[in-house]
C-alpha cells in the first residue's frame, strides 16, 4: 500500500546580491528605455552578484544556511540538496556538491538539475518524491542562478530581461498527507530548444576562439515564440491541474507563477479564474532570475500564508519545460 505521506515546506529561504541594475542603468548600456521595458515585461531593476570571487554556489550556500536559521537544525541534519540551475559554478563538481561543502552539510548527497525557468519545479517534484516514499526526512531543494554570467550586455533583447538570485526550501513529511505537495503535472518538448539556448562550452560547441567569436557563451533567445507557447502552455497546464483536482479558481489563494514577464502572468491567472491580489509578483524588483523566481516569491510571501492555503506555482522555460505543482502550505507565519 502507497504511503499517504506528503512532501511539506517547513523553512523557506531567499537571498539577492545587494547590486542593482536598474532600467536606468541599461538606457546607457544598449538601445533601449525604462518605459518599453516596463510596459513589455514589468521588471523595473535587476540584481547582479558582482562580486567575481562569487558564482551560483555561494548564494545557494546562504539559502541553506537561512534554511537552517529558520528551521532551527543544523547543516548536518540535510540528507539531500538538490540546486536547480542553468548557471553551474561549473560543469562539475555541481553545484550542489560546492554548495554543500560551503555551507557545512556534510551528511549530504546531491546533484545538480537542469530545466532551465522550470527547474525549481522540476527539482521540487524530484526532492518531495525522496520524502513521500520515506527514504529521506529532510530535503534542500534550491533554485539558483547567476544569469549576469552568461547574458550579453550589448544585446537589448536579453540584457534587459534577466537577473541573479536564489531561494530555496526545506521539505520534510506530512504524515497525515494534509499539506504538502498534493499534485504536479510537468512537461517538456525538445522541439523548442533552438528559441532559448545557450550552445557553448558544451559538448556540441566546445569554449574555443571560435565559439567566443560567435558569442556562443551567452543566452540566446528568439521572444516571440517563446513568448507565444509560454502563454498557451502555463496558462494550460495551471488550468488542467486545477481541473484534474475539481479546483476553482475561489478554492486558490494563491498562484506563484514564474516570473519571466507580466503579461505571461496574467494570461495564466485569467485561465484559471484567479484575480491579480492573488497572485505573487515581484518581477519588477528582481527581473527573470529563472530557477529563483518562484521560490523567491515564496520566501518573500510567507508571513502572508497560513497553514492549509491552496498554492499553485507554475513555470514555463527553455527546453521547452513547463508544469505546475498544487500544494498546500504548512507553516504559521512568524510571530
Ligand atoms: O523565462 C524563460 C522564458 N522566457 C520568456 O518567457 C520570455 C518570453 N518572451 C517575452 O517575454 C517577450 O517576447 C520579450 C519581452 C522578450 C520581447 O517582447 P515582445 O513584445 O515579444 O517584443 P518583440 O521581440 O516582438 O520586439 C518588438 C520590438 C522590436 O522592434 P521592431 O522589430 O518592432 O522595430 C524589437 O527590436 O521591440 C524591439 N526591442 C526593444 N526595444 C527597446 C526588443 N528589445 C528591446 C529593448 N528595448 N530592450
Redesign the pocket.
Known amino acids: 500500500m502507497s504511503s499517504p505521506q506528503t512532501a511539506a515546506i517547513t523553512a523557506v529561504h531567499g537571498w539577492l546580491p545587494p547590486d542593482i541594475l536598474s532600467n536606468a542603468d541599461l538606457e546607457k548600456m544598449?538601445?533601449?528605455?525604462d518605459e518599453?521595458?516596463r510596459t513589455?515585461?514589468g521588471i523595473s531593476e535587476r540584481r547582479i552578484l558582482k562580486d567575481p570571487e562569487k558564482a551560483t554556489s555561494d548564494m545557494v550556500a546562504k539559502v541553506i544556511e537561512g534554511l537552517c536559521e529558520q528551521r532551527g537544525m543544523k547543516a548536518t541534519d540535510i540528507d539531500l540538496v538538490i540546486v536547480a540551475t542553468v548557471t553551474p559554478d561549473m560543469f562539475f563538481p555541481s553545484t550542489a556538491q560546492l554548495a554543500c561543502h560551503k555551507a557545512g552539510a556534510s551528511n549530504a548527497w546531491g546533484f545538480d538539475l537542469s530545466a532551465?525557468?522550470s527547474g525549481f519545479l522540476y527539482a521540487l517534484r524530484t526532492g518531495g518524491q525522496f520524502i513521500s516514499n520515506g527514504t529521506h526526512k529532510k530535503v534542500v531543494v534550491v533554485g539558483s542562478d547567476k544569469m549576469s554570467s552568461i547574458v550579453d550586455y550589448t544585446d537589448?533583447?536579453t540584457c534587459?530581461?534577466f537577473g541573479d538570485g536564489a531561494a530555496g526550501v526545506l521539505l520534510e513529511a506530512d504524515p497525515t498527507g494534509e499539506t504538502g505537495i498534493q499534485d504536479a503535472i510537468l512537461r517538456s518538448d525538445g522541439a523548442g530548444g533552438e528559441y532559448?539556448r545557450m550552445q557553448g562550452g558544451g559538448s556540441l560547441n566546445p569554449a574555443s576562439a571560435a565559439s567566443i567569436e560567435a558569442k556562443m557563451h551567452y543566452i540566446e533567445?528568439d521572444?516571440?515564440p517563446?513568448?507565444k507557447a509560454?502563454v498557451t502552455s502555463m496558462a494550460d497546464v495551471s488550468y488542467e491541474i486545477m481541473e484534474r483536482n475539481g479546483l476553482t479558481g475561489d478554492d486558490i489563494s494563491w498562484l506563484v507563477p514564474?516570473q519571466?514577464?507580466l503579461?505571461?502572468i496574467d494570461a495564466t491567472a485569467n485561465r484559471m479564474g484567479v484575480t491579480r491580489d492573488k497572485v505573487m509578483i515581484n518581477i519588477e524588483k528582481y527581473g527573470?532570475t529563472?530557477a529563483a523566481t518562484i521560490p523567491l516569491c515564496l520566501w518573500e510571501w510567507q508571513n502572508r500564508l497560513t497553514p492549509g492555503e491552496n498554492l499553485i506555482l507554475s513555470a514555463?522555460?527553455?527546453g521547452f519545460t513547463w508544469g505546475s505543482i498544487w500544494l498546500k502550505w504548512a507553516m504559521s507565519p512568524k510571530a
Open positions: 544598449v538601445d533601449t528605455n518599453w521595458i513589455r515585461t532551465a525557468c537589448r533583447t534587459v530581461l532559448l533567445q521572444g516571440r517563446v513568448f509560454a514564474h519571466a514577464n503579461r505571461i527573470n529563472t514555463f522555460g527553455g
